[in-house]
């Protein structure tokens, strides 16, 4: 009932850039937690970053060791929509990165979901 769609990855040089979105769509009647995950070949998915809001925070964040002053989630909440800036990105950023959402359905019951992302294609390479 909630679908994720990522967009924004592709092949950067090391050092350079690229921003990654995250739109929500469905029957959503909140959304507490975005985040970021990410798998390379060979290797488990990992969190990397996540952006929590609730009534008493507009926006708590958790990054990765591996990326903290390197990567930046952002949500806006109007458009359900994540957003994941990643700057001087290193080989070892490569992977297949995954959106996440956790929240409540617009259901009598407000029932909670957790959805995932097909995924985009993030290389850093010279």
């Known amino acids: 009932q909630v679908q994720l769609v990522e967009s924004g990855g592709g092949l950067v040089q090391p050092g350079g850039s690229l921003r990654l979105s995250c739109a929500a769509s469905g029957s959503i009647f909140s959304i507490n937690t975005m985040g970021w995950h990410r798998q390379a070949p060979g290797k488990q998915r990992e969190l990397v970053a996540a952006i929590t809001s609730s009534i008493t925070s507009s926006g708590s964040t958790n990054y990765a060791d591996s990326v903290k002053g390197r990567f930046t989630i952002s949500r806006d909440n109007a458009k359900h929509t994540a957003y994941l800036q990643m700057n001087s990105l290193k080989p070892e950023d490569t992977a297949v990165y995954y959106c996440?959402?956790?929240?409540?359905?617009?259901?009598?019951?407000?029932?909670?979901?957790?959805?995932w992302g097909q995924g985009t294609q993030v290389t850093v390479s010279s």
């Open positions: 996440n959402a956790e929240g409540t359905l617009r259901t009598v019951t407000h029932a909670r979901f957790s959805s």
